[in-house]
């Protein structure tokens, strides 16, 4: 856990403390993405609301992974608002659910967490060995919204293409709330499901540095 601590620190120290713009090459959004994982396992097992613990040992020791499985996404955003603290406050919203999916009814966990600018969020299905009909029950595809464009980047599986945070929008206080509920209400099309709209405009990027 130390070794990826100390890999994650100089990709997202800049990102929390000054917003710099930061290009994440392939190595770099696997790094981030096994500390978002790690994160959000650490919430799910601290959270005093809820007793129950959604990842199970083979995904806690997921962090070993070298690519994701299809059923855990996560998401990169950007955040402007005045929740931004100073030094030692620097958590904006940290919300954890474990709910059933709308149309699939399969358990899931939502981990959206926000510190100064960076804004992360992980969803998991658990539809893995679930069987339809006799039949393997395969995982189903996540897909934003359209109105969410721009709004965050995945790094599920990570790729030679090079991404780069922030987005192209940054969310403020109502469009942040939006953001972290907007796995609760799926669409679905087939096997996809579709995340919730988003009614709130959120602003150009306003970058500091390169």
Same mark, same amino acid.
């Given at each position: ?18 917003? *710099? ?16 994982? *790690? =994160? ?9 609301? &809820? ?9 806690? $020791? ?40 709308? $149309? ?7 981990? =959206?967490?926000?510190?100064? $600018? ?7 299905? $658990?539809?893995?060995?679930? *069987? ?19 709004? #965050?980047? #995945? ?17 403020? &206080? ?11 209400? =799926? ?18 990027? =306003?970058?500091?540095?390169?």
């Amino acid at each position: 856990m130390s070794q990826l601590e100390d890999l994650v620190k100089p990709i997202l120290l800049p990102i929390i403390l000054d917003a *710099k713009t930061t290009r994440l090459d392939e190595e770099k959004q696997l790094t981030v993405a096994l500390w978002v994982l *790690k =994160t959000a396992i650490v919430m799910d097992a601290l959270d005093d609301d &809820d007793p129950r613990v959604f990842f199970t040992p083979a995904e806690r $020791h997921g962090v070993q992974f070298v690519r994701f499985p299809k059923h855990i996404q996560i998401w990169l955003a950007a955040y402007a608002g005045p929740r931004r603290r100073g030094p030692g406050e620097r958590i904006g919203v940290a919300a954890v659910r474990r709910f059933r999916t709308r $149309h699939l009814q399969t358990p899931s966990f939502l981990a =959206t967490f926000s510190i100064a $600018h960076f804004v992360f969020q992980l969803l998991a299905i $658990h539809c893995l060995g679930g *069987k339809s009909r006799g039949q393997e029950r395969p995982c189903p595809d996540f897909i934003e919204h359209p109105s969410w464009d721009g709004v #965050s980047i #995945s790094i599920t599986q990570p790729t030679d293409i090079c991404l780069k945070w922030p987005p192209q929008r940054v969310l403020l &206080d109502a469009a942040l709330d939006q953001f972290a509920e907007r796995w609760d209400r =799926t669409g679905r099309t087939g096997n996809t499901l579709i995340s919730s709209a988003a009614d709130l405009v959120s602003r150009p990027v =306003t970058p500091r540095g390169h």
